[in-house]
């Protein structure tokens, strides 16, 4: 096992009208930035919720941040909680939201240009505390302190993160996805099992502990992401979704072993480029990822395919191809498609991908940095 | 699911050196009690390397504080404490120290007799903070507010809670553990293993994540559980079972599940009265309370020794026995016996230990609160 340190500020909320405890954990003369998304929340009955617990604090409302928050909506939301000296962020919605809230918090109080924050790494302090209300389980963001957002205009998307713009609470009632389109749950699962398989499926390090935490979140998904599709009413389904979204990344599994998320990096290029949804360039990607780097992570994909998917057999090679297939097809099964050409990305366009990871400085991903841009054309050429 | 709220404050410090992170976690002017327990940390030079770093600090020394530690002997420490004006305590050594440092934390700006936080629930305030070095991988207090204090003039072994005296910070380096004698190995196993079986074999509520967990941490002790008695030394082996145990009981696993702790109240009896360690008496205890309680436990016992020990099928009856058995040979395999004749402890004895549990008011005991003392009796009886 690797050293390391962990702790997780977040306060879990969790179930059926956990959103009365919000009142209560507000500063003192708060004055809120109440941030969400594209107005679901105000048919679903969620938005009345939240404006009956803040309704002794002043309230500056905020909408419209997108899914990969934008960069220059929220620099107007940074500059809407300047103008009304807001002292507290309440983020409703799902990760785009509460990414947005994060860089919201960490640039309000920055001298400079914000952007600097995302691309260089620039320091911030006197960050504004944020409460999280999630309405799409899926990123985990609501309890870690990681932050993901998109500039169009340049065509990248960048992290940033920081301990001290992670949530204070989160609440997490399951009754609060009820209302989410299949599109959404679908993404939200394989975002949340892609957040395990880029903790898990590297290379083993004598951690069964974590080995055992990360199958139990794949299988908790598996079984229940096509329930929450088939039975979208069903609150232990969306409740065990939701506990395994956050758990799936809230710092806990990844402790004490390697870590890979090449992934996602790959990803974030076909969401800058072509806007396509977060889960979507993950199911992209995975497979074929999987596939060029068989030899790396045999012991890890022959493990999971055993205790998660059932794959045994003396013929090493079939069980890795069955093991890889068993991930795509699940993400099929979520009704997630699994190739470029699903999306009408062209074989031509890898090259603008490829040179997009090569202007963002992602030349060597993966856990044994081995993934270069060569690598990284394979497997988009597989993925194609 | 059940509803819960989840906040863990404690900071973990794993790996090897470790202890160097513990300096710029101390309060501004620390005057720190150092407390620890019977002088094995002298020998094995964890003093040396707790005192190094406390070096810029004053430090108060209180040693000697008992497995199942005295509430007589924290009095004492807490006297010391008052006396050198104490902002701080670091305690070195298991759970017994670490319970009995927030006992002290608590008591030291207590007004009133503290007896009352352990009888009566009385509240306190203004406790101090508290940091945990742990060389005893056990109970999981290094990571939770829980602590148990036994008063061995009156034969009672209370326990009380609260966030406020859980630590701070928790150093958990596995060599620290090296040189632990193989009894205080095999209780800290079974402890653990107790633990999280107090929160998972009870009754299913649909929350297999959190089974998962719980199925996760049971494989792990029991596949490094007799390799930390056959090879001390492997370093790898000690971080699972310390990694597991503090997993076991850091407040996890047991959100949103109906939880038991009926064995650990009846054992915490057998401690009080012969003075038996904490894992002995659970080892006493759970396999006769399985076979009691085996029909309100059923799904759940047929889960465990399928999942955990490969136990299947057709005769429910079997693999219920089988499985409690399982449970009882694993115990006995880390060398610690399982019926209260093993510990001279005779049958009529058995009047005094329910009078016990009546005394303190233990009479509803379990998920189900049917645990009364008709069905103590039988439980130990059957493990006369």
């Known amino acids: 096992m690797l050293n390391f340190t962990f702790k997780n500020r977040t306060e879990i909320l969790f179930g059926e009208g956990q959103i ?11 004055r809120v930035l109440f941030l969400y998304g594209g107005g679901s929340i105000k048919k679903n009955g969620i938005f009345d919720d939240v404006s009956a617990v803040l309704q002794s604090a002043t309230v500056t409302e905020f909408a419209g941040v997108e899914p990969n928050p934008e960069y ?23 990760g785009s939201v509460i990414d947005g809230a994060k860089f919201i918090a960490a640039a309000v109080n920055f001298d400079g240009n ?8 620039a320091e911030f302090s006197e960050t504004l505390p944020i409460g999280a209300v999630l309405t799409l389980p899926a ?59 880029e903790q898990y499926l590297t290379y083993p390090v004598n951690a069964p502990l974590q080995d055992r935490f990360a199958e139990g979140i794949l299988h908790t ?15 232990d389904v969306r409740a065990n979704v939701m506990w395994s979204a956050t758990m799936a990344l809230n710092g806990l599994i990844g402790k004490g072993v390697p870590q890979d998320w090449a992934t996602h990096m790959i990803g974030h290029e076909l969401t800058a480029l072509y806007n396509l949804d977060h889960a979507q360039t993950l199911a992209i990607v995975l497979p074929s990822l999987m596939f060029v780097q068989r030899e790396q992570k ?20 079939r069980c890795l191809d069955l093991t890889i ?38 030349t060597a991903l993966g856990e044994h940095g081995d993934i270069d841009l060569a690598k990284a054309r394979q497997i988009l050429n597989l993925a194609a």
Do not use: C
């Open 20 to 30: 009365q405890e919000v009142a209560s954990r507000l500063p003192e003369n708060a």
């Open 298 to 317: 045999k012991t890890k994909i022959l493990q999971l395919g055993e205790r998660v998917f059932g794959i045994t057999g003396e013929d090493e090679g």
């Open 72 to 94: 220059e909506t929220l620099m107007q939301a940074v500059q809407v909680s300047r103008d009304n000296q807001v002292n507290f962020i309440l983020a409703v919605g799902g």
């Open 325 to 362: 297939k068993a991930v795509q097809d699940f993400f099929e099964a979520m009704q997630v498609q699994t190739r470029l050409a699903d999306y009408q990305i062209e074989k031509r366009s890898i090259d603008d991908i490829v040179a997009n990871l090569e202007k963002n400085g992602m």
């Open 114 to 121: 914000p952007w600097d924050i995302l691309v260089s790494g």
């Open 139 to 197: 990123t985990g963001s609501e309890s870690n302190g990681n932050s993901v957002v998109n500039r169009r205009e340049t065509a990248q998307k960048r992290a940033f993160g920081s301990d001290s713009v992670q949530p204070m609470f989160a609440v997490l009632d399951p009754t609060y996805t009820f209302s989410l389109p299949p599109r959404q749950v679908s993404n939200g699962v394989i975002d949340a099992f892609v957040h395990v398989i």
């Open 221 to 235: 998904l598996l079984t229940e992401g096509p329930k929450a599709l088939s039975t979208p009413q069903d609150y």
